[in-house]
């Protein structure tokens, strides 16, 4: 199998192990993928946009369902007060630990059948493909605590 063979399936194959998952949680996949974006810290529309590669409106709509559900909020920028910054709330922290757990396991057996160092060594240039291409942060490593 190509690289590219390879990339593109392994990606369906997680993508879809994290839709799952999410619909477990009463989440879309795109809240569950906010969710985790949020759980080091707040951030802005600008930014969420930028990490998440949505438009604006687009952006706008899945802030106002998540809100909606009470999973985050919405809150002044104390570096700028004509902007907002988007926070998990109590019930969403809790329901992101969940999930962002849960994933992980999963997601984490997917390559069950690898001895170690060939887990290792498919995180290592997984790991290399993501810093080369400079991947936002839009799901902590398992071993990094939440910094809220």
């Known amino acids: ?12 194959l997680v ?3 994290y839709a799952d998952t999410a619909r477990e949680y009463g989440l879309t996949a795109q809240q569950g993928q906010l969710l985790c974006v949020l759980m080091p810290q707040p951030y802005g529309m600008g930014e969420l946009g930028e990490m998440l590669g949505l438009a604006k409106s ?26 907002v910054r988007v926070a998990l ?9 969940a999930f962002y757990a849960e994933a992980c396991r999963r997601i984490e ?26 991947v936002p942060v839009v799901f902590m490593d398992a071993n990094e605590p939440p910094r809220r």
Do not use: I, K, W
């Open 1 to 12: 199998m190509s690289v590219v063979t390879a990339l593109v399936r392994a990606s369906f």
């Open 15 to 17: 993508n879809a192990v």
């Open 58 to 83: 687009s952006l706008t709509g899945l802030v106002d369902r998540t809100a909606q559900r009470g999973l985050v909020r919405r809150e002044p920028d104390p570096e700028d007060r004509r902007a």
């Open 89 to 97: 709330t109590a019930g969403g922290a809790e329901l992101a630990d």
């Open 109 to 134: 057996q997917l390559p069950s059948g690898l001895a170690d160092a060939d887990r290792d060594s498919l995180a290592g240039l997984l790991g290399l493909v993501v810093t080369d291409n400079e």
